[in-house]
Nanobody, 119 residues
Framework: VQLQASGGGLVQAGGSLRLSCAVSGSGFSIYRMAWYRQAPGERRDLVAITDTRGGTNYTSSVKGRFTISNDNAKNTAYLQMNSLKPEETAVYYC??????????????WGQGTQVTVSS
């Protein structure tokens, strides 16, 4: 299983970015995908999560501004981020939980994409 995250960059406060996370490989089924973020010196925190049936959940600070979605046919998850704030500057990581053909649950991380919000 390989994850490729993209879409980060530099944006002014109040701006928007859309992150993508594409999952590739074979011999597994995706259970859920999620986005986390980690600021320098801080722990990695959950931002948003979605399962393959379309269920979603968000950390309270991003509700109403961020939207997580997925394209099951493309094994890709997206994070639309609007009204970004400087304190949301962080490396954003994609995570996927899959079930393989032996019914083993596994978690994988993408390489992270930098999001920088200037004030």
């Amino acid at each position: 299983v390989q994850l490729q995250a993209s879409g980060g960059g530099l944006v002014q406060a109040g701006g928007s970015l859309r992150l993508s996370c594409a999952v590739s490989g074979s011999g597994f089924s995706i259970y859920r995908m999620a986005w986390y973020r980690q600021a320098p010196g801080e722990r990695r925190d959950l931002v948003a999560i979605t399962d393959t049936r379309g269920g979603t959940n968000y950390t309270s600070s991003v509700k109403g501004r961020f939207t997580i979605s997925n394209d099951n046919a493309k094994n890709t998850a997206y994070l639309q981020m609007n009204s970004l704030k400087p304190e949301e500057t962080a490396v954003y990581y994609c995570n996927v939980v899959v079930v393989d053909t032996s019914r083993t649950w596994k978690s994988f991380w993408g390489q992270g994409t930098q999001v920088t919000v200037s004030s």
